[in-house]
């Protein structure tokens, strides 16, 4: 018994460093060791040498549609999914011809074309502007809305803290969590892999990051071109809080493929700063206006840490090749020596650090093989800490069970600053030390299935990120699903994410019976479904979401999602509960293995049929309880990629994988005839047909090939007019086609920036407005009756779904709109010259995360020739920068958008002061308003004509601005009141009156 239970370990530990050990290759990837040696893979090799090595390895596994058989048990094969996701988004990239990689970028390109552009056409003089809608609410646990990589916190406040996501940008939070605002919405979306905060950001407001997905798996996974938010371009500043950001002396080109993992702020001196990269460790002492390279060159050095008490000595993780150290420097960074760990990993990509002020001669280091090391004499040697043998923490499940894991994309390690024994590590699931790290117990995991989840700990969302403490107890994790935060040592987790707008979405379905009613399917968090009436979004599925379609004739009956290669859901009463059928498993013979993204359409006349494509075509005429044979094997040596169906001739359907396309005119009765594709060396990544007319379509294609990436065909694909002219070269996501114009085609292209627009014979041009600089990834119309309340929606990878109108202008002329601020009060001003049935005009408002709120209403005049003065005045506003639009109304409930020009921006208060409470005379409920020009301690209490206190309204501290406090005087009898403010040394009364 003793002898097998040692083979079954070591047998363990192979399996692990088996699956485990990967090296970085082209842009995320991370391939075995094994694999590159027996395929002579490197730096240049190809995409289809690349690709083919790792079929042959997954093979080799038996790994089947990502599941692998141990024990006898059928498991999720770990690596897998990362590799489809790399496969899938680099397919559609590279030379289709030579499969080499491009040499540019989406960055640059992007770059280029707004450099050229001759400014005669602006889209924000012509084109209402985009809003956002979310997705920003999720019921958490094994739910989500997207990956954080990064958590800071302010240094004073405990409710201030921001976060960083892979491809959505940095977001602040000033009140716990409660709400968040994105610091960069006017830049390019950028990927944040760490955020540094100093100890005088209260004078500063100075705030680093370092650019970039350190972890990747984030673009790695869709069709196009971009990849500046998996690459860093360096690091940025920011000194005015995040208003704006400024380059500094550390600075990448995207197509250098590069990361930075960390930054760490000398605690004393602001002005010091230490960055690990990719390339070695680097240090500034002028607040990074230039940087010095102080460790080994061209060596990939991960985490970093300052020993506690003393920031002259550094730690900092590396792993090259066979080798993994852990580097010490006792000089600030100047200069650095290597301690090898006990045990070499074998070609180890990520290790991580712990330090604790509890003890700060202690260094903890978590590995990507599982293994825990620990220093009791600050890094000057180590030795292996973690004794539960047999135990996998990188694994799927709660008991430790099973050989999973994905270490190399998600890993991460904390230490308690007031326990040195509390440890915390991170891989798919999070796990607990009390002991220093000897033995282990997990604290969360990504499901409450019993069969992964035994031991039934608290469900928050899978594959861990960062694990951060921000005192003694308040531990903060960052996963691919959000930001969560437990005060209880793990017994409980408190999701901090909704209101984040970080989704990464493949594709979108809009509903065509109502326009509030969305699906969107989601990198890492399911599809979800947005219920507009109520201005939120619900967990339709989970698992990664991919297309999703909504019977047009009833939005709350059928809908249906899918997962990976080709999975498809259905539910019967719009996803109001999880009453979900696998329709797929239907197929004849079990599901086929489709294309990452399996398309699938919905027949345009009578909804119960739907067309499924993996190889060849599938048909279901009931909704997916059975389903035949729809054409023969069209895609024998790839998978299909796009359906496109003709709306008024549904005989007339269109299929296409990377680099061949099909058409049938009898539905796919007889066998589909071959469509032959322009000449180009990018691959097709979308079909788009005409809905009045069967052979006129429009197919977009991915890659850089400049001038080749829209065609259109009016004979059924027998020749093919390229209509390219005015597009940056840009891969291009996916096209639109608004049917509502019949005598010229109206188009819009969603690229890897932005979306662009086609009227005619016209040239392209940008149509984002207020969209930000992120890949587009589907575009569809939801059409209301008539083409004034038609809505184009989009689905961007790493901001979630916006949408914008399509409405000619409505009979108003405005000849001006500006605002005015008085303190906390935001007064609009406008003019009309001419109306002409005007109902009136909602007043919106939106902070910088973009969403828009109505702040109030004014009536309009109808009909009238002569000029209309108007003003509506914000009251009460906290502190903050604000943008303002118009939603001019006519009587036939057709609207415009109107946006005011600049933001409004509400200071602090000046000095302190305390308002005349309103509505006074009041019953029972009355505001009050303080403002504060600094942090104070303040109280406000009520008294009556005696003297007496009878209610404290607020007593504590509270941060500077405006702050509108509600008081509830049920308990009280009629008469007149004192209320008092004390703040420092301010004090001043004022009198209320209660009627009851």
């Known amino acids: 018994m003793k002898l097998l239970f040692k083979i079954s370990q070591y047998f363990l530990f192979l399996i692990l460093v088996f699956l485990l050990t990967f090296i970085d290759l082209k842009s995320q990837l991370l391939i075995p060791q094994s694999v ?55 397919e559609q990239r590279v030379n289709q011809q030579t499969g080499e990689f491009p040499k540019t970028n989406s960055a640059n390109e992007h770059l280029k074309y707004m450099q050229n552009w001759d400014g005669e056409f602006d889209d924000t003089d012509f084109f209402e502007s985009w809003s956002n809608m979310g997705t920003n609410y999720s019921e958490g646990g094994y739910a989500g809305l997207g990956r954080i990589n990064c958590v800071a916190f302010h240094p004073t406040d405990a409710n201030s803290f921001w976060v960083g996501s892979p491809s959505g940008g940095i977001w602040r939070t000033s009140n716990g969590g409660v709400n968040w605002t994105i610091l960069n919405n006017s830049e390019d979306v950028l990927g944040v892999s760490d955020i540094a905060i100093p100890s005088d950001f209260a004078t500063s407001n100075t705030i680093y990051i370092a650019t970039g997905d350190r972890d990747g798996g984030s673009l790695s996974s869709l069709s196009g071109g971009q990849n500046n938010d998996n690459n860093s371009i360096g690091i940025l500043k920011s000194t005015d809080g995040g208003a704006t950001w400024n380059t500094t002396g550390f600075s990448y080109n995207v197509s250098e493929g590069r990361k930075i993992y960390r930054i760490l702020l000398h605690p004393s001196n602001s002005s010091i700063l230490l960055i690990s990269t990719s390339q070695g460790v680097f240090k500034s002492t002028d607040a990074g206006n230039t940087w010095v390279l102080k460790s080994i060159s061209s060596s990939r050095f991960r985490d970093m840490q300052f020993k506690p008490d003393d920031p002259t000595i550094v730690y900092v993780g590396r792993v090259q090749g066979a080798a993994t150290y852990v580097y010490r420097s006792t000089n600030t960074g100047e200069t650095f020596t290597s301690v090898a760990l006990p045990t070499s990993l074998n070609y180890a990509s990520q290790i991580r650090l712990a330090v604790t002020a509890a003890a700060p001669n202690l260094v903890y280091v978590y590995c990507e093989d599982g293994q825990v090391y620990k220093s009791t004499d600050a890094g000057a040697s180590y030795f292996h800490v973690n004794t539960n043998v047999g135990v996998n923490m990188l694994g799927y499940f709660s008991d430790g069970s099973g050989f999973d894991s994905q270490a190399s994309y998600d890993l991460c390690l904390a230490c308690s600053p007031s326990d040195s024994n509390i440890v915390y590590a991170g891989g798919i699931t999070t796990w607990k030390s009390t002991d220093g790290g000897v033995t282990w117990a997990n604290s969360n995991m990504w499901t409450s299935h019993n069969f992964y989840n035994s031991h039934n700990s608290p469900v928050v969302h899978a594959d861990k990120h960062i694990l951060t403490f921000q005192s003694g107890n308040v531990l903060f994790e960052g996963n691919d699903g959000g930001v969560y935060k437990t005060i209880d040592g793990g017994t409980t987790w408190t999701d901090l994410s909704n209101g984040l707008v970080i989704s990464q979405i493949y594709r979108i379905g809009v509903s065509q019976s109502d326009h509030d009613i969305v699906l969107a399917g989601l990198q890492d968090n399911g599809s979800k479904k947005y219920q507009g009436n109520l201005n939120t979004w619900f967990d339709a599925t989970g698992g990664d979401g991919m297309e999703c379609i909504i019977d047009y004739n009833d939005a709350t009956s059928y809908m249906y999602a899918t997962y990976v290669r080709g999975t498809i859901y259905r539910n019967s009463n719009g996803f109001s509960n999880q009453s979900i059928s696998t329709i797929s498993e239907n197929i004849p013979g079990g599901q086929p293995n489709g294309a990452w993204v399996t398309p699938y359409i919905m027949h345009s006349v009578n909804s119960a049929i739907l067309f499924a494509g993996y190889d060849k075509v599938w048909k279901t005429t009931n909704r997916g309880d059975n389903w035949s044979s729809a054409s023969q094997v069209l895609s024998a040596t790839d998978k299909l990629r796009s359906l496109a169906m003709c709306a008024s001739d549904p005989n007339t359907i269109y299929a296409a994988d990377r680099t061949n396309m099909w058409k049938t005119i009898d539905g796919g009765l007889t066998n589909w005839s071959t469509v032959t594709l322009p000449t180009t060396t990018d691959y097709l990544t979308y079909i788009r047909v005409k809905n009045n007319d069967p052979n006129t379509l429009w197919i977009t294609f991915g890659g850089y090939s400049n001038g080749s990436k829209v065609f259109k065909s009016t004979n059924g694909g027998g020749s093919w007019i390229n209509i390219s002219a005015g597009l940056p070269n840009l891969p291009v996501m996916c096209i639109e086609y608004d049917k509502e114009y019949t005598d010229v085609d109206v188009l819009f292209a969603g690229t890897d920036v932005g979306v662009y627009f086609k009227d005619g014979e016209l040239d392209w041009v940008p149509f984002s407005n207020g969209l930000p600089n992120v890949v587009v990834t589907e575009l569809e119309i939801a059409y209301g009756s008539g083409m004034w309340a038609d809505k184009l929606r989009a689905g961007t990878f790493g901001r979630g779904l916006w949408e914008t109108e399509l409405s000619n202008a409505l009979p108003i002329e405005l000849i001006s709109f500006v605002s005015s601020v008085n303190g906390n009060n935001v007064t609009l001003r406008w003019s009309t010259a001419t109306e002409i049935n005007n109902q009136g005009f909602e007043i919106q408002r939106s902070t910088e995360a973009g969403i828009w709120q109505r702040a109030g209403s004014v009536a309009g005049n109808g009909n009238s020739s002569s000029t209309n003065q108007y003003t509506f005045t914000d009251k009460n506003l906290s502190t903050g920068r604000y943008s303002y639009r118009l939603k001019q109304i006519d009587y036939n409930g057709t609207y415009r958008f109107y946006d005011l020009i600049g933001d409004v921006i509400i200071g602090l208060p000046s000095a302190f002061n305390l308002a005349q409470n309103y509505p006074n005379p009041f019953n029972p409920t009355t505001k009050i308003q303080m403002e504060l020009p600094l942090r104070s301690l303040v109280s406000l209490k009520v008294y009556d004509i005696t003297g007496s206190e009878v209610a404290i309204i607020e007593n504590g501290e509270l941060p500077a601005g405006y702050h509108t406090l509600e008081f509830n005087a049920s308990h009280l009898s009629s008469g007149v009141y004192v209320y008092v403010m004390r703040a420092g040394n301010f004090r001043i009364a004022r009198r209320m009156i209660l009627i009851r």
């Open 36 to 90: 590159i040696e027996s395929n002579k893979l490197n730096e240049n090799s190809s995409f289809y040498e690349i690709r083919d090595a790792m079929e042959r390895y997954w093979h080799s596994m038996r790994v089947i549609n990502g599941m692998i058989e141990l024990d006898g048990v059928s498991r999720k094969a770990a690596g897998w999914k990362i590799y489809k996701r790399w496969e899938y988004f680099w």
